[in-house]
């Protein structure tokens, strides 16, 4: 479904056309990034490694290369885990900072991004056009979004529980 608007930032140019189904497959593109992205921060949160084939974390386990007597080569795992050290506090901390600020700069910037492209709502308008969560929840999105870096947040210290039943009231996030 496309949908054409103007930019009033140039007006001498034709109408820009907006693709939902683009916009859709891009965001969720994104979405999967990011559930990467929370997955991987816990296995390393957790002294875990990182399995792309599987994507999750896995133990960390000492291999080494075995020949057996037919001279075929192959990695057997050691019983013995190596030393790992975890994040600390302060690294936890910052991530926290970290996730919790760009999650928010994500959304600053997706509403941005629909302001430019579609344009800003009418004031009395009331089908929230320039609303970004009612977008989302439009596009079936707006549960994924809320639940960015959850897995993490809540390692972190619970954290992305709170965030994720502000976010179900349609509100922001207060400040504290």
């Known amino acids: 479904m496309t949908k054409p608007v103007s930019n009033p930032l140039e007006p001498s140019r034709p109408p820009a056309v907006v693709n939902t189904q683009e916009i859709f497959f891009t965001l969720q593109l994104l979405i999967d990034f990011l559930d990467d992205l929370d997955n991987t921060w816990l296995a390393v949160l957790e002294g875990q490694a990182w399995d792309p084939e599987t994507a999750e974390g896995v133990p960390i386990q000492t291999l080494h290369h075995i020949t057996d007597p037919d001279g075929v080569e192959y990695l057997e795992d050691q019983v013995h885990q190596p030393r790992i050290t975890l994040p600390s506090q302060t690294d936890k901390t910052r991530l ?81």
């Open 96 to 176: 926290r900072s970290l996730l919790l600020g760009g999650a928010s700069a994500l959304e600053e910037w997706l509403l941005n991004e629909k302001v430019a492209k579609i344009g800003p709502a009418k004031s009395d308008d009331q089908d929230d056009e320039g609303d970004l969560t009612a977008m989302l929840d439009k596009m079936g999105l707006l549960d994924d979004f809320d639940g960015l870096f959850v897995l993490t947040l809540n390692h972190l210290g619970g954290f992305g529980d709170d965030i994720a039943q502000v976010s179900s009231i349609k509100g922001e996030v207060p400040m504290t």
